[in-house]
């Protein structure tokens, strides 16, 4: 990932106190002091510019960063201290000064890489061009006229309503190129959206393309914008349509946005639609981005791919997702969806009878949720899903975004009735940070594997300043009854996993999480660092749950804790919630109570000596410094391939976490 940081300092005055701080002040009610902070165009501070404290009370300071930022340091009296929002002065005595700064979410070289690879993608078949200058047009764009053949990009056609028609009429495995000028702008004024009823291309494979050109009648680099423009208070509009047996079509290089304060789709698959890519679009503003139709019994789409593309402020989903052989793959996510429990940024949802079966979602970048929590899943599951790849993303929720309901990856039931399981089911390599009460869940799998992930979890889960947080935890097994229509949760693997609480975490944890399911389950070579020496309800390194018989391997596992009186081992019941029955144990105590099996017989305790394990964004690095424990402390039987950055291998015997040193 590309390291670019845009930083926004908010100066303070009188900045590190000292001879030039503003003096106490006394008054009728007291002696108070003077706290500064002030916010500046890429981030806000409230209270903002002076606030008075008066002597031995509390003030808490909210830091928030506008769209496109994230928090990447907090300055206290001119030293750093741990990256979180809010930040609360308490017994205050003296003056103080508070500043932060904002770093630009940068876009990862990897989906940079997948977005060039369309850009400079080569116009194939024949083209037919088409020029509009609608709503958020280039001041110069001049229109073309639909009385015109097309054939031209000198004399071009005009209205997207003509494209659509056009490309609807083309048969057979023919290559077509539909392609709008850059700077021009569509609307679609159909109640419905336009449909796409391009047909006859063979199954497996694409035959047109809709895309931009650049026209000679003006200068422009903006992407061609789409607008959805219609809603009439009951009926959502699709921008674009495939409806039935058609695609084959790639819609690429196109600024898709909906202009009815999203109330409209972007792209439309339902009813068999088939083969049909976005890619290198930015799409924004949308009820729903990109919907595959998850929901549709009768004919599923199948075949779908979103790559490369950019979603902004989707209001519930950015894509939706229910298509088999589909992959949504190298796009990044700012500011969608999971703004309540039904929102996500990514949903794959199953209806059909007999599930789906291979659906990639592998290397996107997701910062942020529509509207001031994360409330929702951020990568979402339900339903019955067969060879399913959730590999290489990054989910990022500010500290101060994040809520008890967030999870950054869940991959579950969802509450439905429709049969859940999952098979072949890899959820590797992901980076995880600040995604809520639990970073990552999985229920109903058979053969899961859950490996390399890294999950850090700093922000404070509270109510309010002052009261007491609660637990939250790093990653989740299967909870609760089982349901006659799922499938059993059984034979899962959890290996080299690094889950690291930061110093906001004050309420305690739970680091991993066994569930209460299922025989033969591996749990190994995973590391669980607890920084803050307030351990609140209490701090456990893992949940076994289940007896000791129904794993076929559990060892060589570590857990740090800067605090006193933590478990290694604790239980949990039916909700995941812990379990405070006196079956806790120390490490000792569990290893003499697994005597028998051995588990753990070989994890550890003792601090984990990370090269940076500090909360900014961008810098961190949990690789195991030279001389840290966790270096061939691992278990090579049991040990992935590769490690978190896929290129590193695992030495033999391996390191425990993530990364290989």
């Known amino acids: 990932m590309k390291k670019h940081l845009l930083i926004c300092v908010m100066f303070l005055s009188s900045c590190g106190g000292g001879a030039n701080s503003p003096s106490p002040i006394a008054s009728g009610s007291g002696t108070t002091y003077a706290i500064t902070a002030s916010s500046n165009v890429n981030g806000t501070i409230r209270p903002a510019a002076v606030t008075n404290v008066t002597s031995g009370g509390s003030q808490a300071f909210s830091m928030t960063c506008n769209t496109g ?23 205050v005595v003296a003056t103080h000064t508070i500043t932060f700064t904002c770093a630009a979410v940068s876009v990862p070289s990897s989906i940079a890489a997948e977005q060039a690879l369309w850009t400079n993608m080569a116009v194939r078949g024949t083209p037919y061009y088409f020029c509009d200058c609608q709503t958020g047009a280039a001041g110069n764009c001049v229109a073309g006229s639909d009385s015109n053949a097309g054939t031209s990009a000198s004399a071009p056609k005009q209205t997207l309503a003509s494209a659509t028609a056009m490309i609807s009429g083309f048969t057979g495995d023919t290559n077509h190129t539909i392609a709008f000028c850059k700077g021009g702008s569509f609307n679609s004024v159909a109640t419905y959206g336009e449909s796409i009823n391009r047909s006859g291309c063979t199954a497996g494979t694409d035959c047109d393309d809709i895309r931009e050109y ?33 695609g084959g079509v790639r819609i690429f290089n196109l600024a898709l946005n909906d202009t009815t304060s999203g109330n409209a789709q972007g792209v439309l698959l339902i009813y068999g639609a088939h083969d049909v890519t976005t890619a290198n679009n930015t799409i924004q503003n949308f009820y729903i981005g990109v919907d595959w139709a998850g929901d549709n019994t009768v004919s599923p789409s199948i075949r779908s791919k979103a790559r490369g593309n950019t979603f902004i402020n989707s209001r519930t989903i950015a894509i939706f997702g229910g298509a088999s052989n589909s992959e949504i793959d190298y796009n990044y996510f700012e500011g969608n969806g999971a703004n309540t429990i039904y929102d996500h940024a990514i949903y794959v949802g199953v209806d059909e009878v007999g599930g789906l079966n291979h659906i990639d979602v592998i290397g996107n970048y997701i910062h942020g949720q529509y509207g001031s929590k994360c409330l929702g899943n951020v990568i979402s599951m339900h339903g019955g899903i067969d060879y399913f790849n959730i590999t290489d993303n990054t989910v990022v929720i500010d500290a101060d975004k994040t809520a008890g309901g967030c999870t950054g990856i869940s991959v579950s039931s969802g509450g439905y009735t429709n049969p859940v399981w999952y098979h072949h089911l890899v959820v590797a390599r992901n980076t995880l940070i600040n995604t809520g009460k639990n970073a990552m869940d999985a229920e109903n799998d058979t053969g899961a594997i859950l490996e390399d992930n890294l999950i850090i979890q ?86 076994y749950t289940l007896a000791n018989a129904a794993f076929a391997f559990a060892n060589n596992n570590h857990c740090y804790v800067a605090a006193s009186g933590y478990w290694w081992r604790v239980m949990t019941d039916s909700n995941g919630q812990f379990i405070k029955d006196g079956t806790q144990m120390s490490l ?22 990370f090269v940076n394990a500090v909360p900014t964004y961008g810098s961190f690095n949990f690789k195991p410094n030279t001389g840290s424990p966790l270096i061939s402390a691992g278990s090579h039987a049991n040990a992935p391939t590769y490690d978190l950055t896929n290129v590193s291998t695992f030495g033999n015997p391996p390191d425990i976490g993530a990364y290989t040193h």
């Open 588 to 609: 000792s105590a569990w290893q003499s109570y697994a005597a028998t099996q051995g588990w753990d017989s070989a994890s550890i305790t003792s601090a984990p000596n």
């Open 69 to 91: 930022y994230t928090l990447n340091s907090v300055t206290v009296d001119g030293s750093s201290v741990a990256v979180s929002s809010p930040y609360t002065f308490t017994n």
């Open 214 to 246: 650049a026209s000679p009648a003006f200068t422009s680099s903006a992407a061609p914008i789409l607008n959805a423009t219609v809603f009439d208070g009951t009926n959502h509009q699709s921008l674009l349509v495939f409806s039935g047996n058609y």
């Open 458 to 543: 700093n922000w404070a889960y509270g109510s309010s300043p002052g009261v007491s947080q609660w637990m939250i935890g790093g990653i989740s097994l299967h909870h609760g009854a089982q349901r006659a229509q799922d499938e059993l949760s059984t034979a899962n693997t959890v290996r080299n996993n690094t889950v690291w609480f930061g110093p906001a975490v004050l309420g305690g944890a739970i680091g991993i999480d066994t569930g209460d399911q299922g025989t033969n389950n591996v749990l190994a070579n995973n590391t669980v660092t607890y920084t803050s020496t307030s351990i609140g309800q209490g701090v456990g390194c893992y949940s």
